[in-house]
Each structure stands twice: as C-alpha cells, then as structure tokens.
C-alpha cells in the first residue's frame, strides 16, 4: 500500500480554496487535484505494509486540536510542469506534530524525505503559468483562511480509473 499521514480539510474550507481555484482557472488552463483530495501531509511513508506500526506511531501522538491560516501561492519546479499550491502559517503545531511523527517513523526502521518540511496543501500538477498570470494568481490566494486541524489520518493513495484516489484508512483525533 502507499500510504501518506496528512491532516484533512473541512468541506467548508475545501469550499473557499475551491471558489479561489475558479477565479484562477479564468488566468490559464490548469488541472486542480480533486477536491476530496486537498489535505497537508505531513509524512510521505510510500510503499508499506507495516499499517498497524504506523497506526502506533500516530497514537502515540499527544496534541490539542489547533488553529492554523491557509495563506498564499508558491510553486515548486519541475520539468513536467509546476506543482501550485497554497502555503500554511501559524504552523508550529503542524511542524511539531510533523516531527514527532517523523522521529516515531524513524526511530521503527522507516525512510522518509530527508528534504525540509514545507508545510503547504497541493492545489494542481503540471502548470505551466506565465509570470503575469501567477502574479495576478498570487492575488488571489493573499487573503488568510483559518482552518482547524481535529485529526490526523493515515491515508492510502492509489490509482482508480485513472485518477488518484485517498482513502482514510485510520485516523486519531486531536485532544
């Protein structure tokens, strides 16, 4: 199973990123990730069947429910095109969420990216944007949403029909 631990968006604030995506679909033509598949993820475990260490792993997990702010557009480079994606502040419970799960994964034998955590929710795959449109983009993405992480999930991540599909398969909530 490929499997990823993310913290998952309410309908409502799937709703606000997704009426912002429709202003941004009027600059160029992009793909947007479905919007059942909006979440910030937290750890990329990958191929595993190790599921009830990493369920574990996530109890162990002592943390209050928190606040954090969905702020802003960047994009990380690639040859195929841009991942875009909208950025998170306020989020030293997110990193420190994030780092306890990455020593538990570590400290049971598991790899993980060594790159930097950015925490942040992917809005689209394979953008090409010319420099005015993502700034005018940028814009559009500049006013904070508040959200609220309840839960941590362990999901899993496979291809259905051709699409990608994420499917909760244990989840803790927050105290």
Known sequence: MRLFIAILLSKSIIGKIHERELRLSQLCNINFVPPQNLHVTLNFIGETNRVQEIINII??????????KIKGLGHFRRNDGDILWTGIEDKSAIEKIQQQLTQGLLSNGFKIESRSFKPHITLARRVNISDNNYYTA??????????????????????????????????????
């Open 59 to 68: 109890d162990d997990i002592c943390a209050p429910k928190f606040e954090y």
């Open 138 to 175: 940028k814009q559009i993405f500049c006013t904070a949403l508040t959200a609220y992480a309840k839960r941590i999930s362990l999901m899993k991540s496979e291809r259905k029909n051709n699409k990608m599909v994420y499917t909760e398969i244990y989840g803790k909530d927050l105290l």
